[in-house]
C-alpha cells in the first residue's frame, strides 16, 4: 500500500499540524515508517528534521497496524497499470494543499522532502530536483508527480538559477543526498510531466 512521508526539514521538535480530513502521525527525527527497505532512508538520513506521514482518514481514530495513504488518492491513480503517479483526490485535495503550505511555512529553513514508496509502483526509485510550491501542485494536477520519488520542495526554488539541471544548490546545502546520488551514479531528474514509456514494470513485492 502506497506512503507518503514528508520531511519537514530542520524542524527538530515537530508541531502539531492543521487540522486534516485525514490521519497524520508526526515525530521527530527523520525515520521512514516503511518496512523492510524504505525507498528514501538514505535521504532522510542526511538530513535533519521531523517526519509527517499522511494516513487513511479512519486511522485517525483506528490505528492497528500499518499507516498508509491508499484512500487519499484518486481512483486514476490507484487502479492505473502499472501506477505511476501520484494524485490526491479532490475529497482530500485541499486539506493536503493546506498541510504542505503549512510545513513549508513551519520549517526553519522553508524546505521540505515529499515522498511516496509503494511496493506495486514504479520498480525505479526517482530522485528530482528542488521545486517551488506552485510548480509542485502544477505538475500535481497535470498527473506529473510521480510515484516512488521524492521532490525537495523550497520557498527558494523559484528564485533558482540552476546548474542545468533544474536543482538550487547554490541557494540550499540541505540536499546534501541528492548531490551524492548524483556522485554515485543515480542523478536527480528535474521534475517534467511524465512519460509512461519510460517507466518500468512494477515491483513484484
Known amino acids: 500500500m502506497p506512503s507518503v512521508e514528508i520531511a519537514c526539514i530542520g524542524l527538530t521538535k515537530p508541531l502539531p499540524p492543521p487540522k486534516t480530513t485525514f490521519a497524520v502521525e508526526f515525530e521527530a527525527g527523520l525515520r ?3 518496512s523492510p ?20 482518514p479512519d486511522l485517525a481514530q483506528n490505528r492497528d497496524g ?26 482530500h485535495l485541499e486539506s493536503v494543499r493546506s498541510l504542505v503550505g503549512w510545513l513549508l511555512d513551519t520549517s526553519p529553513v522553508y524546505e521540505l522532502l515529499f515522498t511516496s ?20 501542485w502544477r505538475l500535481h494536477d497535470a498527473q506529473s508527480i510521480r510515484l516512488n520519488a521524492a521532490y525537495p520542495i523550497s520557498r527558494a526554488a523559484k528564485q533558482a538559477v540552476g ?6 544548490w547554490a541557494y540550499t546545502d540541505c540536499y546534501a543526498p541528492l548531490r551524492s546520488s548524483r556522485a554515485e551514479g543515480r542523478a536527480p531528474r528535474q521534475a517534467a510531466p511524465l512519460n509512461s514509456q519510460s517507466v518500468r ?3 513484484g513485492a
Open 66 to 91: 500499518s499507516f498508509f495513504a491508499y484512500e487519499l488518492l484518486t481512483d486514476a491513480s490507484r487502479n492505473r497499470e502499472p501506477p505511476l503517479f501520484l494524485e490526491f483526490a479532490s475529497a
Open 163 to 168: 546548474d542545468g539541471h533544474g536543482c538550487i
Open 117 to 136: 514508496d509503494w511496493q506495486f509502483g514504479p520498480e525505479t526509485a526517482e530522485r528530482y530536483d528542488a521545486v517551488s510550491l506552485s510548480e509542485f
Open 37 to 56: 527497505s524504505p525507498l528514501f532512508q538514505e535521504e532522510f538520513n542526511a538530513l535533519s528534521g521531523s517526519l509527517y506521514h499522511l494516513g487513511n
Open 32 to 34: 521512514s515508517h516503511r
Open 201 to 203: 514494470q512494477t515491483r
